[in-house]
Nanobody, 116 residues
Framework: EVQLVESGGGLAQPGGSLRLSCEASGFTFSSYTMVWVRQAPGKGLEWVSSTNIIGISWYTDSVKGRFTASRDNAKNTLYLQLNSLKTEDTAMYYC??????????RGQGTQVTVSS
């Protein structure tokens, strides 16, 4: 059974940092491009970043230069480093596999709140 468990969210001040983790199990993690998506209050899901099997990542424009996605295939873990946080980054953050396909799966999410 595919399991994705996010952690690391919390409350941060504007300009602050957080590091999110996503522990994966139930599939061959190293064989999949992994994705971070987020959902702000009252809004739909928004793609944030993708990281391919060799660790190359790409990002939505609003987080470029501030967020860094990475992975450790030995630990079956995906990461998202959030720097220079803005209030508009407040959202539930999810990691996902097979995003955009009928077999897409995502975890339960971790809440990030940016507020002074």
């Amino acid at each position: 059974e595919v399991q994705l468990v996010e952690s690391g969210g919390g409350l941060a001040q504007p300009g602050g940092s957080l590091r999110l983790s996503c522990e994966a199990s139930g599939f061959t993690f190293s064989s999949y491009t992994m994705v971070w998506v987020r959902q702000a209050p009252g809004k739909g899901l928004e793609w944030v970043s993708s990281t391919n099997i060799i660790g190359i990542s790409w990002y939505t424009d609003s987080v470029k230069g501030r967020f860094t996605a990475s992975r450790d295939n030995a630990k079956n873990t995906l990461y998202l480093q959030l720097n220079s946080l803005k209030t508009e980054d407040t959202a539930m953050y999810y990691c996902a596999k097979d995003w955009g396909t009928p077999t897409a799966r995502r975890g339960q999410g971790t809440q990030v709140t940016v507020s002074s």
